[in-house]
């Protein structure tokens, strides 16, 4: 019915920059917040950054200032810039969005498969 499927992750070396995409479809008649998650090897998942249907966004701490995340309403499509990569972000990255398919029924959360990302030299 609705599917988010990711894009742009891969091997990148420390201080390189990767741009996640995650774009839904399907029957949608509105998306209210998204979001990246990531979960590391033998690690709980972590959200790393959200973002409102108005733009409003918030970070978590160990990626403000060099992660940006933003979306095209369009397009239903939301997108992780991150700049200045460390080996510490290396993770299976998910994005996750609040749908709604008609007018009156609630919003559902719906997730993407993730992509890897990688950040070793």
């Known amino acids: 019915q609705v599917q988010l499927v990711e894009s742009g992750g891969g091997l990148v070396q420390p201080g390189g920059s990767l741009r996640l995409s995650c774009a839904a479809s399907?029957?949608?008649?509105?998306?209210?917040?998204m979001g990246w998650y990531r979960q590391a090897p033998g690690k709980q998942r972590e959200l790393v950054a959200s973002?409102?249907?108005?733009?409003?966004?918030n970070y978590a701490d160990s990626v403000k200032g060099r992660f940006t995340i933003s979306r095209d309403n369009a397009k239903n499509t939301m997108y992780l810039q991150m700049n200045s990569l460390k080996p510490e972000d290396t993770a299976v990255y998910s994005c996750n969005a609040n749908v709604r398919v008609r007018i009156t029924t609630p919003g559902v959360t719906y997730w993407g498969q993730g992509t890897q990302v990688t950040v070793s030299s």
């Open positions: 399907g029957s949608i008649f509105s998306i209210a917040a």
């Open positions: 973002i409102t249907s108005d733009g409003s966004t």
